[in-house]
């Protein structure tokens, strides 16, 4: 496998994949995301986590696919509970919510931004009327401990991607119910070749505003996180034309089985959309619409319920894999190991899409368990943004990963990351120190500058 180039534009997909932080844990705060409730109150291994993620993304990076890496943020973040009426010096305030709001503790030692597809919401050059790359950051509004990253998420993004001739940075939506916002987790860009105009595909779980839309329907066992409103908007800001974008609902019931997003039931990239039989609550007129905006032909590839319960799609994170394109047209999938575990999963993936008549050339399968026991997998990892060659040579610092890179990073993790981490553990001043000192290390040696509040001053 190796990843693809378009010559004619120079354009490339660079996977940019979140660095597991140093307070990963287990608390089971994602309401809806099954692994993460049955994994709540877990010891988890930081260093691991941080190793597995970055093993990854050296692997695809030998294999000729662009790969970039992004900071965690600064956690715990003493900051937010100063703001919730705790004071004193920083080991006053760890204690007192300790003992007073351990849940709050837990939300604010959240190690939840590694999952950088729900870092914003991306768009090419090629698509956008004044040809920059469009970011805007997701406001993450639906819980407490993903809500406190927009802001450090901003900055980091605006200190990769600087140049304001070649990108442009969008505020977040307003942080409400009605523009709930998950970032790229809920979107997915369809095209021929890279540096070609492609079809944006937002998909929502409810409809905050007006006339819900006929046969909608909301979920009932676990909440919706992204509004139509909310995809709307961030279209709107990129200047994407309604011949540009596609509004699909997910499937409620998909939801309810604990589909929190788009990317655990359905994974696209190139003209090839892989997708569960009930990803959407209106399949036929999602793909119809596809087909009529892309100028190339769309290649659906369905797994049906028969093949693939959604018991099995959450549990194995099937579709939370990484779909990549190589340059002879094939494609290849990464999958995380748990679908090894599940024998109809892996007999799909072998029977189904290997020997089905479509691009799925090769499955690689990755151990990412870490990140797994708290419901992210291969494709949460990563934020996919697709660069010319003129967009990568303008950004800044070292982010680009390359061999030097990955053995500075992984002597970097060693150490300063512990290798046990219980809830119990959270409360430790010297973690919070420990954290410090590795962030403002990482900045130095990502060359990002002051990115994080304890930076800035």
């Known amino acids: 496998m190796s990843g693809a180039t378009n010559s004619a534009y120079g354009v490339r997909e660079v996977n940019f994949d979140g660095l597991v932080g140093p307070t990963h844990n287990y608390s089971g705060l994602a309401v809806g995301n099954v692994a993460s409730m049955s994994h709540g109150g877990l010891v988890s291994n930081p260093k691991e986590g941080a190793l597995q993620g970055l093993l990854k993304m050296k692997s695809l990076m030998e294999a000729g696919y662009a790969q970039g890496v992004l900071p965690p943020q600064q956690r715990p973040d003493i900051g937010a509970l100063r703001e919730l009426g705790f004071s004193g010096s920083n080991h006053d305030v760890l204690t007192r919510a300790a003992a007073d709001a351990p ?7 959240s190690a939840s931004s590694m999952w950088t597809a729900n870092a914003g919401t991306v768009t090419p050059s090629i698509d956008a009327p004044d040809r ?7 406001n993450l509004q639906s819980s407490f401990h993903r809500f406190l990253e927009p802001q450090t998420t901003g900055r980091v993004l605006q200190a990769i991607f600087h140049s304001e001739q070649h990108f442009a940075h969008h505020p977040v939506l307003p942080a409400t119910p009605a523009f709930s916002d998950e970032g790229a987790a809920n979107h997915t860009r369809l095209c021929g070749e890279y540096g070609e105009p ?11 505003f007006g006339d819900v839309r006929s046969g909608e329907r909301e979920p009932k066992r676990y909440p919706a996180r992204q509004t139509l409103e909310a995809s709307q908007a961030v279209a709107r800001q990129h ?25 655990v039931i ?16 209106d399949e036929e007129g999602t793909l119809d619409e596809l087909r009529r905006k892309m100028t190339t032909p769309l290649i659906p590839v369905r797994v049906p319920i028969e093949a693939v319960s959604l018991e099995d799609a959450v549990a194995s994170y099937l579709f939370n894999s990484q779909l990549l394109s190589n340059p002879d047209g094939t494609m290849t999938l990464v999958v995380p190991s ?3 575990e599940r024998e109809a999963v892996w007999r799909t993936v072998q029977d189904y899409l290997l020997a ?27 934020l996919r943004v697709a660069l010319s060659e003129d967009e990568r040579a303008a950004l800044t610092g070292r982010v680009l990963l390359t061999n030097e890179l990955y053995e500075d990073l992984t002597t970097w993790i060693n150490r300063h990351y ?18 410090l000192t590795a962030l403002d290390e990482l900045t130095q040696l990502l060359k990002i500058g002051s990115v994080y509040p304890f930076q800035l001053g």
């Open 103 to 109: 849940q709050l503790l837990r939300a604010v030692c």
């Open 132 to 138: 920059r790359v469009h970011f805007t950051p997701a």
């Open 198 to 208: 492609g079809v944006h595909l937002f998909v929502y779980g409810r409809q905050a």
């Open 239 to 263: 200047g994407l034309s309604e011949a540009q974008t596609v509004f699909a609902q997910q499937h409620p019931d998909a939801i309810d089985a604990g589909v929190f997003h788009n990317d």
């Open 266 to 281: 359905a994974v696209g990239n190139g003209p090839v959309l892989l997708y569960h039989e009930m990803a959407f609550l």
């Open 338 to 340: 748990e679908c090894q």
């Open 356 to 382: 089905g008549n479509n691009p799925i050339s090769d499955v690689v399968v990755k151990d990412v368990k870490q990140s797994m026991r708290n419901g992210g997998g291969p494709a949460c990892l990563r």
């Open 418 to 435: 512990r290798d046990r981490l219980g809830t119990q553990d959270l409360a430790d001043p010297k973690l919070a120190e420990e954290s």
